[in-house]
């Protein structure tokens, strides 16, 4: 079975970032309320003008938290990658999936290559086309737009992902002659997506559309052949070594006086 690497420190640490700015975003909106009850119920027709500036702008700033606590609960809450790894049961243990551990956030290293995998969280109709992508905003969407992800180019951001890739293993490779064989897929995670692609070929696949639908995606033809070991050997021990120092550095938190706050 395909062998998972996750940055599990990151994850919890953003996601536990969420919880907190969304709490402190309910306690911003609700505090200047509890304030002005009593002159809400004294009978005056209007509230003092400072209380009115305080009920604003405390409105204001907790809408301000409140997207920004549900971006990072959207992102690191919901763990949707685990998908990705519940869709590869049944592949070699060669298939290594590193999520948030390398410069890309979810890659997949198999015998055959590297495959770089963009997720995309996103519910409701998406379309594309040779002209580029699209999809349907209704009112719940608009106002939770800084929150949500954006669907945005995934073609385009697709490849601007391969390429950072691609000049991160030249870095750490040099002289090593390591040049692999690099793919892409966009997926779609949300179990009610419903992606339509019309006269255009993307590497696109969307997970509720069968149990195998990324591993499917995923074989390459009989006369393909897988690269050599001593080339996958080197991105093994590269994407491992990498993936180490970035879960130690995100375990690390901040220490004041010797204790560990975050």
Do not use: C
């Not at 998972?4 to 990151?10: C, E, F, K, Q, R």
């Not at 070699?92 to 290559?113: A, C, I, M, Q």
């Not at 106002?143 to 750490?172: H, M, N, V, Y």
């Not at 991105?235 to 560990?260: C, D, H, M, P, Y």
């Amino acid at each position: 079975m395909a062998q998972i690497v996750t940055n599990t420190p990151l994850v919890e640490r953003n996601a536990r970032y969420g919880r907190w700015i969304t709490t402190a975003s309910l306690l911003v909106i609700l505090a200047p309320l509890a304030i002005t009850l009593p002159s809400l119920f004294s009978g005056r027709n209007e509230l003092p003008t400072e209380q009115l500036f305080i009920m604003y702008g405390a409105l204001l700033l907790g809408l301000v938290l409140s997207n920004v606590g549900g971006y990072f609960l959207n992102r690191w809450g919901f763990k949707y990658y685990e998908s990705v790894g519940n869709a590869l049961k049944g592949t070699d243990k060669k298939y290594r999936l590193y999520n948030y551990s390398l410069p890309v956030n979810n890659v997949l290293l198999t015998p055959y290559d590297v495959t770089i995998l963009l997720l995309k969280n996103l519910d409701g109709n998406i379309y594309a086309n040779q002209k580029g992508w699209r999809m349907n905003v209704n009112l719940l969407r608009f106002l939770r737009w800084f929150s949500t992800e954006q669907l945005g180019d995934p073609t385009a951001d697709l490849e601007k992902e391969k390429a950072k890739l691609r000049a991160f293993i030249a870095e750490r490779l040099v002289g090593e002659n390591v040049e692999p064989p690099m793919d892409g897929l966009i997926i779609f995670t949300h179990p009610r997506a419903n992606v339509e692609i019309t006269n255009a070929d993307l590497p696109v696949v969307v997970l509720n559309s069968g149990e195998d639908a990324l591993k499917n995606a995923l074989k390459k033809p009989k006369n393909v052949q897988p690269m050599p070991k001593v080339m996958y050997d080197a991105l093994f021990e590269l994407f491992e070594e990498e993936a180490e120092a970035r879960r130690i550095e995100a375990s690390s938190g901040l220490v004041i006086a010797g204790r560990k706050i975050i």
